[in-house]
């Protein structure tokens, strides 16, 4: 079956360290996307990637950083700068073009810094 | 940027009542999303809304597109407890997805 895999599940790490997380998916979609949602409120967006080996900074991309070597992966960088990373973050992917798509999301990573 | 509102932020209704949430959006949109979220889940695509006067329908949920008023609803006929979850829409222009701030709705038996 078709879809996007984020890995891990729950991620606890301590301030000051960088941590990375993946995102797979394997629907052929050109268009890649990260969001960040804090409890009780909306999606905000971090990065997104329309095609590969380049990326465009979202609302929020500061502390964050992407590659898009590959047209299936699309990790994401929690940096030591990001000051309050804590959150869920969600990876989704949509066909773009004349293919255009819902976003489909991958079940999320949940991010705690300590 | 386009911004996209919608109303109410939280919904408590009854079981067998029929609601209706809001989304307005600042400027044209290609496209508008419904999706829905359980508690510690991922976004669930509900409906996609192509053009003007588009209606989509699925089992108590029915969602509604006008483009010259740049606002879409997303109507409940006779709730039941399973539909309780937060609902959000989306519009979007070219590659960019823009989100509403989501409603909350508890469907209480």
């Known amino acids: 079956d078709g879809g996007i895999t984020q890995s891990p599940k729950y991620l606890f790490r301590k301030e000051g360290q960088n941590v990375t997380l993946s995102c797979e998916q394997n629907?052929?979609?050109?268009?890649m996307y990260w969001y960040r949602q804090d409890p009780g409120q909306g999606l905000r967006l971090i990065y997104y990637s329309q095609i590969v080996n380049d990326f465009q900074k979202g609302d929020i991309a500061e502390g964050y950083s992407v590659s898009r070597e590959k047209k299936e992966s699309f990790p994401l960088t929690v940096t030591s700068a990001q000051k309050n990373p804590t959150a869920f973050y969600l990876c989704a992917s949509s066909a773009s073009g004349t293919r255009k798509s819902p976003l489909h999301f991958g079940n999320g990573t949940r991010l705690t810094v300590t | 940027e386009l911004k996209v509102e919608q109303n109410p932020l939280f919904l408590s209704m009854q079981e067998g009542k029929n609601y209706t949430i809001y989304c307005n959006y600042s400027t044209t949109s290609d496209r508008l999303y419904w999706y829905r979220q359980d508690p510690g889940k991922s976004l669930e695509s509900l409906f996609v809304?192509?053009?003007?006067?588009a209606v989509k329908q699925e089992g108590r949920l029915m969602a509604s597109l006008d483009t010259k008023a740049r606002l879409s609803t997303l109507h409940i006929t006779a709730a039941v407890h399973d539909l309780s979850a937060t609902y959000f829409c989306a519009a979007q222009t070219g590659n960019q997805f823009y989100f509403g701030t989501g409603t909350s709705l508890t469907v209480i038996p």
């Open positions: 629907l052929n979609h050109d268009a």
């Open positions: 809304l192509l053009s003007n006067g």
